[in-house]
């Protein structure tokens, strides 16, 4: 079983940034394809961003160039820096990994305003 922890969501003026991070319980952290989605008032979840255990990338097209995803796995823990950030980003941040089953953090809240 796998538990996530996000936090570092907050209010932030449009061109602000902030860093979000998740961390993970357990020993197997190294091996998981690590993810961000983000979830809109009245929108369906989708995906902001993916890491997978060797290091590659997915970017969603809205993100790409502001946002980056990383990880360290000597800390068990996955990040997603923000940059230039946009009233269309507010949304709560979930964390996300799959091992047979989906796990999900409780979710940040990003809330984009002047």
């Known amino acids: 079983q796998v538990q996530l922890v996000e936090s570092g969501g907050g209010l932030v003026q449009p061109g602000g940034s902030l860093r979000l991070s998740c961390a993970a319980s357990g020993s197997i952290f190294s091996i998981l394809t690590m993810a961000w989605y983000r979830q809109a008032p009245g929108k369906q979840r989708e995906l902001v961003a993916r890491?997978?255990?060797?290091?590659?990338?997915v970017y969603a097209d809205s993100v790409k160039g502001r946002f980056t995803i990383s990880r360290d796995n000597a800390k068990n823990t996955v990040y997603l820096q923000m940059n230039s950030l946009k009233p269309d980003d507010t949304a709560v941040y979930y964390c996300?990994?799959?091992?047979?089953?989906?796990?999900w953090g409780q979710g940040t809240q990003v809330t984009v305003s002047s």
């Open positions: 890491i997978a255990s060797g290091g590659s990338t």
């Open positions: 996300h990994t799959w091992v047979g089953v989906q796990y």
